[in-house]
């Protein structure tokens, strides 16, 4: 008789989700004490700029050193690296006495942190099935909202009791215990004391698993091969204008309902837990509407390319922001647009599993985090030019509208460049 198939997959997932948590929380924590910070090291906006820039450009080489490596070093060494260097990295900021050692120690943090999402998308498409990945992908995903959800209730507390370096020495020091976790629960599916053959079966479900290509593990992909193919492309198009915008939601958004509508940032947040609250669902939702989709008997293309239109359109409205007479209503504007980029992300994610091998996915989920860094800034400097301009002519919030307009219009026209590139599905081979 056959035996009941484990589901020891979800528990991938939870490792997975507070790797993800902890990675937004240490990355957060600067945008929260930028006040703080401004006025201890006499930061003008282009200063914080350049130092969100700094992680990103680690963050961006990251992305494509990381990925390559995590495809072939494996996933579970090469997450442990990563969570490694960015854990002391962000504990390393306490150490801090001059903007130039913000920027160093914000690159070492950038390229740490850089190995999350590869680790976490090759995890995926390791365990899951195509029709869960989206699933998967987005209650992991989701552990970034709980971290910028966490980051605004913990920081402050910190802040006020502890003091601005402490607060980057508690949340550094997090890392270190999930790794213990990591450590023992986390192994391939094939080689996992906790996986019968049933669960196995149904996680090499997909029809292209049965390829022979896909019989060759060993075999290694080099990433520059993969810059010849439409999708590769397609994928990075997609990244680098759309990832951008969260990096604003993330750096930017305390700052601007302190300076707009006098947000206390010394004191937990309502308002910034609500949109981050709100990111949760939209993550989990978005995976889970695909899902939904491909269980009606919709193609996987067709699910992910509905649900990420549904979305890009999702994040129009804020453009309306500008038009706030009190916070809540920007509260609400912002919180659908931080929501509706959660769910895109948790389908964009997907279509790299969807259609590359998974030998390549590490490589893949890389090159594109790589384009999403280098729009993440290039972003920042436009950011910094544009708040400072408008700083100077007395009117910041002025400066704040011109970048919801940009961003209500990136997923748009993010989801026609992509449509344009690979208008119908076709599954890469290697």
């Not at 209503?329 to 091998?357: C, E, R």
Request: net charge positive; hydrophobic share 50%.
């Amino acid at each position: 008789m056959s035996q009941q198939r484990t589901n020891y997959r979800w528990t991938v997932v939870v490792l997975l989700f507070f790797a993800t948590t902890i990675n937004y929380l240490d990355r957060q924590v600067i945008g929260l004490l930028k006040p703080t910070l401004e006025k201890q090291f006499d930061w003008s906006e282009k200063d914080y700029s350049d130092i969100v820039m700094a992680f990103q450009a680690a963050y961006a080489l990251g992305l494509l050193v990381f990925g390559a490596f995590i495809d072939r070093l494996g996933t579970k060494s090469g997450y442990t690296l990563s969570l490694i260097i960015w854990s002391l990295a962000a504990m390393l900021h306490a150490a801090v006495k001059s903007t130039l050692g913000f920027g160093a120690v914000r690159a070492v943090l950038g390229a740490g942190e850089s190995g999350n999402f590869p680790a976490a998308i090759k995890s995926v498409a390791e365990w899951f099935p195509k029709k869960e990945r989206a699933l998967a992908t987005g209650i992991f995903n989701s552990g970034a909202n709980i971290g910028a959800v966490e980051a605004p209730i913990m920081v402050p507390w910190i802040l006020g009791v502890y003091g601005w370096q402490m607060a980057f020495i508690i949340t550094g020091a997090i890392g270190f215990v999930w790794l213990i976790f990591w450590w023992i629960y986390y192994e391939a599916p094939n080689r996992h004391k906790k996986v019968n053959a049933e669960e196995l079966a149904y996680i090499n479900s997909d029809a292209e698993e049965e390829t022979a290509e896909s019989k060759l593990p060993t075999e290694k992909v080099a990433w520059g091969r993969l810059f010849g193919i439409r999708q590769t492309w397609a994928f990075v198009v997609g990244k680098f204008l759309t990832d951008p915008m969260w990096y604003f939601f993330l750096f930017w958004l305390p700052s601007y309902f302190s300076s707009t509508f006098n947000l206390d940032l010394k004191k937990p947040t309502l308002p910034l837990i609500l949109i981050y609250t709100a990111t949760t669902v939209g993550s989990i939702g978005g995976g889970y509407l695909s899902s939904w989709f491909i269980k009606k008997g919709w193609t996987v293309f067709r699910a992910r390319k509905t649900a990420m239109f549904i979305f890009a359109l999702c994040v129009v409205p804020i453009f309306a922001a500008r038009y706030a007479t009190n916070i809540w209503q920007a509260v609400a504007l912002i919180s659908l647009a931080a929501a509706a980029h959660q769910a895109w992300s948790a389908n964009i994610f997907t279509t790299a599993s969807d259609i590359f091998p998974k030998k390549a996915v590490s490589s893949v989920v890389g090159i594109g985090g790589m384009a999403g860094s280098v729009g993440g800034i290039l972003f920042p400097f436009f950011i910094g030019w544009i708040l400072d301009s408008a700083k100077a002519s007395g009117n910041i919030t002025a400066g704040y509208n011109v970048l919801f307009t940009v961003c209500a219009c990136a997923y748009v026209v993010a989801w026609l460049l992509m449509h344009f590139l690979v208008p119908k599905r076709k599954a890469v081979e290697l």
